[in-house]
Every structure is written in C-alpha cells, then in structure tokens.
T-cell receptor, first 112, second 117 residues
Framework: KNQVEQSPQSLIILEGKNCTLQ??????????LRWYKQDTGRGPVSLTI?????NTKSNGRYTATLDADTKQSSLHITASQLSDSASYIC???????????FGKGTKLSVKP | EAGVTQFPSHSVIEKGQTVTLRCDPI?????LYWYRRVMGKEIKFLLH????????ESGMPNNRFLAERTGGTYSTLKVQPAELEDSGVYFC???????????????FGPGTRLTVT
C-alpha cells in the first residue's frame, strides 16, 4: 500500500532554534518527493521537489534531504522564525497514476 | 498574477442537501486537481482534469460526487446528496505543462471547508 508517514506529529521549538522533520514512504513506483508548508486556513505551498537522483535541495532556511534507498526524507529548518509556525507536509508523487500521496503532516509551533 | 481561488470558503449544509464547490485555477493552467482532507486524516487525491477532460478520477469516493470543467477553465465539484462523512476541507490545485522528472509544480487554493450536519 502506498503510504507516507511523518514524525513527529507535532513539535514546539523556541525562535532561533533549528529543527528536523522526518518522512518515510512506501510508494512504488516513485517519481519525486515534495515538502509543502501549510499555514492555518491556507492551501499547501511547495517548498522543495526532489527526484530520486537528488540527495538534497535548499530553499532559503529550508533544506530537504532524500535517501531513495531507505525511502526516507527530512526537512531541516534553520534559525526558526515565528512565521515558520505551520504544518509541514511530506508528499510523494508516484504509484500507478503518478498522483500525489500525502503524509498527515507535522505541526510546528515556534515560540518567542 | 492571481492564484488558485475557491468558493465558498466555508459551507454548512444538512445531510441530504446538495452543495457545489467552485475552483478557478491559475489562468492558462491546463491541469486541475481536486483533493480532500477529512478531519484527522491526510489530504487525498480525488481527480485530475487536463483541460476539460477527466484524466484520472480514481480518487472519487462514490457516485454522489460529480466534477465538471466545462470549457477547460473553472471547475465545479458537486456533492449530491451530502452525507455526514463528506465533511472536510476540499482543496483545488492547478499546474501548467510538464517538468523533467515529472516535477509539475502544483499550486493550491485555500480550500473550501464543508460541514455536513
């Protein structure tokens, strides 16, 4: 069964600190892996997209890694800001139709 | 450039009634997708339009759901009759063209929160 699992479910950190979010997937065939940021009441916004040949991709203070062998990905946030408070969703494109398969997300709260 | 817009932002209806959700994609985007997030669960794919044609509707839960995209511009998703388990947030996304490695960027709307009582 195609699945995307994320951990932790929620996370609270202090402003300025770093954090790492985890994603494991069992999707076959695999096309690409995406990380989205979703603010409350808004739609998901893409942060990074990686194919199997890409190990790391950065977008400002966000750095995503991908290990296609172990089917794991991480999203590292550096020097967190209050505006980073949101849900971060790991999404894998794949399966027989190449559709997007979503994880449940990690809810990040950045406190002052 | 305007993003993906959805209407209404929130709808409350009674079980058995009909509701129609609307999505306006980014101008020029041929691909339009519908997704749904039921409370406590992950976002799930419903269907995919390429212009006015249904490319993939494998995620549609049952025949109470009808999606249309006449003229290949905006799309509607009708639920008739609505059931309690249809409550959730319905997202629309659009994308244009094709990138190497299948990396079509999808741009999401803010969603319509549907509550069936």
């Amino acid at each position: 069964k195609n699945q995307v699992e994320q951990s932790p479910q929620s996370l609270i950190i202090l402003e300025g600190k770093n954090c790492t979010l985890q994603c494991n997937y069992t999707v076959s065939p695999f096309s690409n892996l995406r990380w989205y940021k979703q603010d409350t009441g808004r739609g998901p916004v893409s942060l990074t997209i990686m194919t199997f040949s890409e190990n790391t991709k950065s977008n400002g203070r966000y750095t995503a890694t991908l290990d296609a062998d172990t089917k794991q990905s991480s999203l590292h946030i550096t020097a967190s800001q209050l505006s980073d408070s949101a849900s971060y969703i790991c999404v894998v494109s794949g399966g027989s139709q190449g559709n997007l398969i979503f994880g449940k997300g990690t809810k990040l709260s950045v406190k002052p | 450039e305007a993003g993906v817009t959805q209407f209404p932002s929130h709808s409350v209806i009674e079980k058995g009634q009909t509701v129609t959700l609307r999505c306006d994609p980014i101008s020029g985007h041929d691909n339009l997708y519908w997704y749904r997030r039921v409370m406590g669960k992950e976002i799930k794919f419903l269907l995919h339009f390429v212009k006015e044609s249904k490319q993939d509707e494998s995620g549609m839960p049952n025949n109470r759901f009808l999606a249309e995209r006449t003229g290949g511009t905006y799309s509607t998703l009708k639920v008739q009759p609505a059931e309690l388990e249809d409550s959730g947030v319905y997202f629309c996304a659009s994308s244009q063209g094709f990138l190497a490695g299948g990396r079509r960027e999808q741009y999401f709307g803010p969603g319509t929160r549907l509550t069936v009582t």
